[in-house]
């Protein structure tokens, strides 16, 4: 058997079995040039439809008056039109092939088509031995349905064919696949890039000073350099999913209390695929005003506050690139003006972790044309106070849990005097902002609890560039 595709766009499909064709099926913008038998022996649906148009009153009519008119009797060719055939004229091929007898490989990507065709033709076990639903069947049981990678792949390729394949289960029966797989991989397995933890330890690195090197390296994760290509690459399949389909997944992830930071990590990698900048800080807010790009920041606008909205709770296990990909939500939460519920979650989720950040993370443009300051103090205030209130929790279970210990008044927490070092930084840089009222830098440095300083070096620092710019003349 071959097949023969002129060169106009592959819009004919010839099957040269040297037999000429006797019925012509138009799939799409494709026409197939086929044989009744082949078709009908697999196909109860083909068999019925070609059995109809054959005993068509006005069909046979039609055909008398044509063979009379000819000098050769020539076979009539039936012509049949499959509208919304799952998958497209692609994975009619597949199924034609399969009635001819042609060994068709099938693969993860096409399965969940394939099989909602045979659907479709009705190409049953009970019409015809070892039909297509059968096989297809037999093959998505056996190695899609036992593999993660080729799980997400059949996922993905069931958006070809809703809601089809919906109906069929083979939608659910992936989904839960996936979730069920992922709850055994290790979180230890994958890390983040080796770039991003570079620069974490060359911000750590530029203290010269030994107490905060003892500080800061019980921060430190251990194992941070770990990384699985494997497990890399299953989550870059998870990005290609369509966001309903992904929502769904996340879902069936959280309910079988997978993991936070896998559930973690397949949120972060999405949001990279499907949102530009996002790791950007100079992100600058869209100009245009066309309705392409209104519809492009509300589909963006959608995936973040999607992301926000499953992201656990819990404070994040991992380095500074996490509290680095937090910070970078709420700047592209800022610009695409993404509900205030998302806004505030992200808020509070960055002061669980705050002593991860850099002092690059904190310097949040204001896009607000309300705030007269280069940078947004209301919001880092914000984010400020939701640290030092988790770390009032903290506090308060540790002394339960030590039998309440109230002597702790003096203890400096080594996450309290980070943050005070940080905090000491940002206002040095914010001082020099012409538009910065003196009560809010006032209020800002104070903020802090005593024990957040062991020397107030980097206050003073602070203070002098505020005056600087500010009472200069």
Not at 81 to 95: I, N, V
Not at 169 to 190: H, K, M, Q, W, Y
Not at 240 to 248: A, C, I, P, V, W
Not at 317 to 323: A, F, G, Q, V
Request: charged share 25%.
């Amino acid at each position: 058997m071959e097949v023969e595709k002129p060169g106009s766009k592959g819009q004919a499909w010839f099957c040269t079995t040297g037999l000429p064709s006797d019925i012509v099926i138009e799939v799409e913008d494709m026409t197939f040039h086929l044989h009744k038998f082949p078709l009908m022996s697999k196909s109860r649906k083909l068999h019925q439809l070609i059995t109809e148009q054959e005993t068509d009153p006005t069909t046979s009519t039609t055909q008398r008056e044509d063979e009379e008119e000819r000098d050769e009797i020539e076979e009539i060719i039936c012509q049949i039109s499959l509208l919304d055939f799952p998958g497209g004229s692609e994975s009619f091929e597949m199924a034609a092939k399969f009635c001819y007898g042609v060994k068709v490989d099938l693969n993860s990507s096409i399965i969940a088509p394939l099989r909602c065709a045979g659907e479709f033709l009705d190409m049953t076990e009970e019409y015809s031995e070892d039909n297509l639903i059968s096989r297809t069947e037999r093959f998505f049981s056996q190695s899609v349905l036992t593999s993660l990678k080729e799980s997400i792949k059949a996922l993905k390729s069931c958006e070809r064919v809703m809601p089809l394949a919906e109906s069929l289960g083979i939608t659910e029966r992936c989904i839960d696949s996936i979730a069920s797989r992922a709850s055994s991989v290790d979180p230890a397995l994958f890390g983040w890039p080796v770039s991003e933890a570079a620069n974490e330890n060359n911000f750590r690195a530029r203290s010269n000073q030994a107490l905060w090197k003892e500080i800061e390296s019980t921060l430190r994760r251990k194992g941070s350099g770990a990384k699985s290509n494997n497990a890399d690459s299953w989550f870059e399949d998870l990005t290609l999913l369509s966001l309903q389909l992904f929502k769904r997944l996340i879902l069936a992830m959280k309910m079988r209390d997978l993991n936070p930071e896998i559930v973690e990590s397949c949120l972060m990698n999405y949001a990279k695929k499907h949102i530009p900048g996002l790791s950007r800080s100079n992100r600058k807010p869209s100009s245009s005003s066309s309705s392409s790009s209104a519809a492009l920041e509300g589909e963006q606008r959608e995936v973040l506050e999607t992301i926000v909205s499953n992201l656990p709770l819990q404070k994040s296990s991992r380095s500074s690139t996490t509290t680095r990909f937090l910070f970078g939500l709420l700047r592209t939460a800022n610009i695409l003006n993404a509900a205030e519920e998302c806004r505030s979650t992200l808020e509070k989720k960055i002061g669980l972790q705050l002593e991860q950040a850099t002092l690059d993370d904190l310097l949040i443009p204001s896009y607000s044309y309300l705030n007269e300051t280069l940078y947004d103090v209301d919001c880092l205030e914000r984010i400020l106070g939701h640290f030092l209130d988790g770390l009032e929790e903290e506090r308060n279970g540790g002394e339960i849990e030590a039998g309440g210990d109230g002597g702790g008044g003096n203890v400096r927490p080594p996450t309290l005097m980070v943050v005070g070092k940080l905090i000491d930084g940002y206002l040095a840089e914010i001082g020099s902002d012409a538009n910065l009222k003196s009560d809010r830098f006032y209020n800002l440095a104070i903020s802090l609890p005593e024990q957040a300083r062991l020397f107030d070096d980097g206050l003073y620092r602070a203070v002098d560039v505020y005056l600087k710019v500010h009472f200069a003349h």
